[in-house]
């Protein structure tokens, strides 16, 4: 049996125990609230049978996860890209129009079925559907991802996470002329009250989060900007550009008509480069993913 521990901060004071497990260890809420259930869960050692039960800043949160169940997930020759892989990590270059995880309206052709058909030992910490993930990023956005091949790696990654000390950087290709070359975005982002399925500004409530960005080229009604993460909320780019007047062009969820018409492909967000702590060596590594061809050649085009 693996453990995570975790100790609560004053952003988080007063948030459920389920949730807050879920965004600091990317298991899926249903799991935790079984783990929770069934008495895995301890807050300041005392067992916690409550999913709703509310955090305090400085609670020491301490998770056992049993040993993974045998997988039930069909391994696929999907033909992703292996950055790099050692007996530890794998980083994969994730393709557009690709779900990370198997889910009830995805049970193939996901990257779990790709990558268990490249690597036969995978961490069990996220349970049977989700061997071996240690982050994710949307369907729709290309680009690394990290993937670890045993529990020992997967508690250090997952630390680093926490601590904010796995460096992102993103490309995106936005609509309109990027007033500044670089800035700091900062606010509050939640569950949009009228559209769950979306994630917006929020002037009360919501978690912290911060997007830093520069300008790398303009053109006639594009800017291509490199976007670093401070924080990891969901959909957090794509809501926080949108936000300022710049959507990332192809998004079929946030932004305005002329955005979603720019590019038909996806949006043209691109998980770029990740630099971490390697599990093992302990030295600071750092990894780049080759954009997609389309989105490479839109480029061209624009810079003709």
């Not at 301890?42 to 400085?58: F, L, W």
């Not at 949006?267 to 770029?272: N, P, T």
Request: aromatic share 6%; net charge positive.
């Amino acid at each position: 049996m693996n453990t995570v521990f975790l100790r609560v901060t004053d952003e988080e004071d007063g948030d459920r125990l389920d949730v807050f497990l879920a965004d600091n260890t990317e298991m899926s809420r249903s799991r935790l609230q079984k783990l929770i259930k069934s008495s895995k869960v301890e807050v300041n050692e005392n067992i916690v049978n409550k999913a709703s039960y509310n955090i305090r800043d400085g609670d020491k949160v301490l998770v056992y996860i049993p040993e993974p169940e045998k997988y039930h997930i069909k391994p696929q020759d999907l033909n992703i890209e292996i950055i790099y892989q050692d007996s530890d990590i794998a980083l994969v270059n994730k393709p557009v129009d690709m779900v990370v995880h198997p889910s009830p309206g995805h049970r193939d052709g996901t990257l779990v079925n790709a990558i268990l058909h490249k690597c036969k030992d995978l961490s069990g910490i996220n349970g049977v559907l989700r061997p071996g993930i240690v982050h994710r990023i949307d369907k729709e956005t290309s680009g690394i991802l990290i993937i670890a091949k045993n529990d020992f790696s997967h508690v250090s990654l997952s630390a680093q996470l926490k601590q904010k000390t796995i460096s992102k950087e993103y490309l995106a290709l936005v609509y309109g002329d990027v007033k500044n070359e670089s800035g700091t975005i900062r606010t509050l982002i939640g569950r949009d009250p009228n559209n769950r399925l979306r994630m917006t500004v929020l002037s009360n409530g919501g978690k912290e989060a911060i997007t830093h960005y520069k300008v790398l080229e303009r053109f006639d009604k594009y800017t291509l900007l490199s976007v670093d993460l401070e924080t990891g909320r969901t959909h957090q780019i794509r809501v926080h550009l949108d936000h300022v007047g710049y959507p990332i062009i192809g998004d079929a969820v946030y932004g305005n008509k002329q955005s979603k018409a720019a590019f038909s492909k996806g949006q043209f967000l691109h998980a770029k480069k990740l630099e971490f702590i390697h599990p093992r060596s302990k030295k600071r590594v750092s990894f780049i993913a080759a954009l997609p061809d389309d989105r490479n050649q839109f480029l061209k085009k624009l810079r003709k």
